[in-house]
Structure formats: C-alpha cells, structure tokens
C-alpha cells in the first residue's frame, strides 16, 4: 500500500482537488444515507471526504465503516478532521481507533508540541495514514492566534508551525483560503514537500481560482457544495476553477 500522502495526489489528479467536508447541523436526519448519497453523487470530481465530529458523535462504528467503506470503493481518501491534540498514548489510542473505522488521515493541532507531534505522525505513516496539521485557520480572527509573534524565535506562530510540519514529515497542512498571502508564503518554503489544505472557499469568502494560484493543493469544501441547488454542478464548477 501507498503512502496517503500519495494516495491522495494521484486521486486528484483523476478526480480534481475537490475535499467534501461532509458537515450537517442537527436538525438533519438520515445522516448516513446522506453522506453515502454525496459519496456516490461527487465522487468524480471529488478526491477525498472529510468528517468531523458532526457525524463522529451522532453516528456509531457500524455506519461509519459503511461510510469509510462505500468512500473507498470510488478511491475517495478519508479525513477525520477533530483537530487531534493530545499527549502521545491519548493520541496513539484515538488514531488506533480511527484506523479502524477506515479513516486514511488526520487532522492534528501541533500545540500539542514538537515531541507528541512526532510521535502522531512516525506512529501513522508505519500503517500508510496521513497527518495534516494545522498551520494558519480560516475563520478572521485566526490571525490573532497564528500570527503572534514568538520574540525568542523571532517568527510568526504558523511559520513555526510550518517548520514543525516540514521537520516531522507531515502530509500536509492546513491554511485557511482567506489567508492567499500566507498560502503563498507556505507554498514557497514547503514547495512539494507536503501539500496545503485550505477550508473558507465560497461560504467564508475565499476564492478557489485564487487560492490554488496562491499555492494550495486541496481545496475542503461544505456549505458551498451542501446547501446548493445542484451540488453535482457546483462541485463540477469548483473543480474547474481549482
Ligand atoms: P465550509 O462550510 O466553510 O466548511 O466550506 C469548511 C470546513 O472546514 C473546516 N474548517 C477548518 N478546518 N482548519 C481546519 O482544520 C480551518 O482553518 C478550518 N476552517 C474551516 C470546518 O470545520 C468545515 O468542516
């Protein structure tokens, strides 16, 4: 088996750039029939599906496998987004269990420090899974977290956090589509050595034309795909522009 690192380069290059983030808030029903219909729907110009707790709580093993199971069976890459941070043996439990339900990836938050990131990602890639971790958030205030200044390093929180990736041989990182200049800076120092992921296309703002010119690899999209009145089309047109 191949690394996920490479797995999901070589579906995107079939299939587009394209990662549902596979999100419903509570009054939807019919969870998994929903998430097995987008599945079966997207997947051609899709390269990957991305849950996160909005399905994790809600559903049970059974579902999610079917889940993992139907998204594999169109080559379509799994990404558990929970935003992983932990001390090592809390996080060696929890991807040991993700693992299981089919999930190919990750999504860590590297405060949890240098010595636990290691461990997270030496531990995942032994099995072929993926860690992408986070480097710059989407969301307008992120700036005043990510882009604090550490005096004794002389940087900016997510350059620090982009050398971490790069250093421990992380997939990928993520960088939020309304931060170009930032993508831009990351492209430059990472070029092909892991890939950038970047959330807030459409709903929050960002532009996919704009951010894969930016630099990003993949684009994660929900809202804009979710509530359309066709999202087939929508998603079609996305994965032209990226
Ligand atoms: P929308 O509906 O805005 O959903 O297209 C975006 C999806 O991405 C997640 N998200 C993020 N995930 N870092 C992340 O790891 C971020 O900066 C970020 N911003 C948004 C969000 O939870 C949703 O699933």
């Known amino acids: 088996?191949?690394?996920f690192k490479t797995r999901i380069r070589s579906k995107s290059k079939e299939s587009g750039r394209i990662i549902l983030a596979n999100d419903y808030d509570?009054?939807?029903?019919?969870?998994e029939?929903?998430?097995l219909k987008n599945i079966t729907t997207l997947h051609k110009y899709l390269c990957a599906i991305k849950l996160n707790f909005h399905l994790l709580l809600p559903l049970g093993k059974k579902e999610i496998?079917?889940?993992t199971k139907t998204a594999h069976s169109y080559g379509l890459e799994v990404i558990a987004d929970i935003k992983l941070n932990d001390i090592g043996n809390t996080n060696l439990v929890t991807t040991q269990r993700l693992w299981d339900l089919g999930f190919d990836a990750v999504i860590a938050n590297p405060i949890m420090g240098i010595d636990s990131l290691k461990q997270l990602i030496s531990n995942s890639h032994k099995t072929n899974h993926g860690v992408i971790t986070l480097c710059h958030m989407s969301a307008p205030s992120a700036k005043y977290a990510y882009e604090l200044d550490v005096k004794q390093e002389k940087k900016k929180v997510y350059q620090i956090f982009l050398e971490w990736a790069l250093n421990q041989k992380a997939d990928g990182i993520i960088v939020g589509a309304t931060y170009p200049d930032v993508i831009k800076y990351c492209k430059s120092?990472?070029?092909n050595k892991l890939d950038i992921y970047s959330p807030g296309v459409?709903?929050?703002?960002?532009q996919a034309s704009e951010v894969i010119n930016a630099g990003s690899d993949f684009l994660i999209v929900g809202r804009t795909i979710?509530?359309?009145k066709n999202p087939l089309d929508t998603t079609k047109k996305l994965s032209i522009q990226s």
């Open 1 to 3: 088996m191949t690394s």
């Open 189 to 191: 120092q990472a070029k």
């Open 26 to 31: 509570t009054e939807t029903n019919a969870l």
């Open 65 to 67: 496998n079917k889940i």
């Open 202 to 206: 459409g709903t929050q703002g960002g």
């Open 226 to 228: 979710l509530n359309a």
């Open 33 to 35: 029939s929903k998430t």
